[in-house]
């Protein structure tokens, strides 16, 4: 897991496809393909679904599936407590409702206290069939993404 940007320590071809074109072209050209949730990608299952067009298209394109690491952007909210969890997921599940949204972007964040997230964030990234996550801090200031870093070292 990562949190923010993750540095691979040498020069790395990073693609963020958005079609099943720019999957085709990432596959024969990335070192890195990034995924995310959107309203084309709603869920852990449909972004199972993408990253199974992606080792398709990796296959098509003759490379090897280890050759290509495919990770998750994942927004991710801590809490102190289960209580607050809740209560922030039913915060952004209310956002979500009163913005109007054809999908609902609270049902693909995790919400969750530290002692939890790198369980939770691994049961996505296993469901969803990708090697890794990088979490992007939805609130708690500048301190949060060094307490993520320190839970997920």
Same mark, same amino acid.
């Not at 963020?16 to 596959?27: L, M």
């Not at 084309?40 to 679904?49: K, N, Q, Y």
């Not at 296959?59 to 998750?72: I, K, T, Y």
């Given at each position: ?14 693609? *963020? ?16 393909? *990034? ?90 990234? *296993? *469901? ?26």
């Amino acid at each position: 897991m990562h949190v923010g940007a993750p540095a691979y320590g040498v020069r790395t071809v990073e693609a *963020r496809p958005g079609s099943e074109s720019a999957i085709a072209v990432a596959a024969r050209t990335a070192d890195v393909i *990034r995924l995310g949730f959107s309203v084309a990608v709603p869920s852990v299952g449909a972004l199972a679904r993408v990253t199974a067009l992606v080792e398709d298209a990796l296959a098509e394109a003759g490379r090897d599936r280890s050759e290509v690491r495919v990770l998750l952007d994942l927004e991710v909210v801590l809490a102190g407590d289960e209580r607050t969890a809740r209560r922030k997921r039913s915060h952004l599940e209310y956002l979500d409702a009163l913005a109007g949204l054809s999908w609902a972007p609270a049902g693909t964040r995790v919400v969750t206290t530290a002692d939890r997230l790198v369980a939770e964030v691994g049961e996505v990234a *296993r *469901r969803a069939g990708v090697d890794g996550v990088v979490l992007h801090p939805l609130a708690g200031g500048p301190t949060v993404e060094d307490e993520l870093r320190a839970l997920v070292a």
